[in-house]
């Protein structure tokens, strides 16, 4: 008997994280990975393992986390995603799907990728966003936040903005963008600021980067730190000089590009 031809596919999927413990498969947790190779098995009977760009955290979401898988179903490329989101619950969406090159794989693929931080800056919390961003209630100097971010684009160590619960030993990353988009409220009619967006691009990220760098903007903001503080904290390489790692729920894994 003829033994069917392995296809390499590519995905691009996003999903709400809110109710799982991040992508990777973990023991007694729901996960976004879980999820996926269910789907797969539900579709094709095969126990797939699915690689990504990215392991985002529990709590995290994508707008467009990539994906691949080796798989030996003969389904047409073109109804993979119509077919998985079938299988898929309503929280996680595959948008587009290809064929690659066997030797692709999405994490090690990837040399761009960034994130999108969303801070709610307004009294009250908005009810729909809740889960997409993270409200905080008193005033912000998003000025001083602005400057405190070019110090940290280029090739830098990264250890203080590094958990220290990791098994990444070079914590070198290269950052191509660093950058604040300010949102205004039109609907109270006076344009006052509702949303920080903090967007970074960088060659990588490691564990908890992006929630440190942004927890360290929102004590800047805060006036609990100058500006000058970030350039202060990058040089002592000491997770301890850091400010706290912002929730989760503003995370955002916003595009990867190969």
């Not at 002592?236 to 912002?246: F, I, S, Y």
Request: proline fraction near 3%; aromatic fraction near 8%; hydrophobic fraction near 35%.
């Amino acid at each position: 008997m003829e033994e069917q031809a392995l296809r390499n596919l590519r995905f691009t999927i996003s999903y709400d994280g809110s109710a799982y413990s991040g992508f990777q498969i973990q023991p007694n947790a729901d996960t976004i990975q879980h999820r996926l190779e269910q789907a797969v098995y539900l579709l094709t009977g095969e126990q797939v393992k699915v690689a990504s760009s990215g392991r985002t955290d529990a709590g995290v979401h994508a707008k467009a986390q990539v994906i691949n898988f080796t798989t030996s179903s003969k389904i047409p490329v073109e109804r993979w995603c119509l077919a998985l989101n079938a299988r898929l619950p309503k929280d996680i969406v595959a948008h587009t799907a290809e064929e690659v090159l066997p030797s692709f794989h999405s994490r090690k693929a990837a040399k761009r990728k960034t994130y999108c931080y969303t801070i709610r800056s307004a009294r009250f919390p908005d009810v729909f966003h809740r889960n997409y961003e993270y409200h905080h209630p008193t005033h912000l100097n998003v000025e001083a936040m602005r400057e405190a971010l070019p110090c940290l684009l280029g090739e830098h160590d990264f250890t203080s903005f590094c958990t220290v619960r990791t098994d990444k030993e070079v914590k070198v990353r290269t950052l191509y963008e660093a950058r604040m988009v300010l949102e205004t409220d039109e609907l109270t009619g006076e344009g006052s600021l509702e949303r920080i967006r903090i967007i970074v691009t960088g060659n990588g990220f490691l564990y908890n980067m992006v929630r440190i760098i942004v927890g360290t903007l929102i004590q800047i903001g805060e006036g609990k730190r100058p500006s000058s503080d970030m350039q202060r904290i990058l040089e002592a390489r000491n997770r301890a000089e850091a400010g706290p790692t912002a929730e989760a729920m503003g995370l955002m894994l916003w595009r990867v590009e190969y």
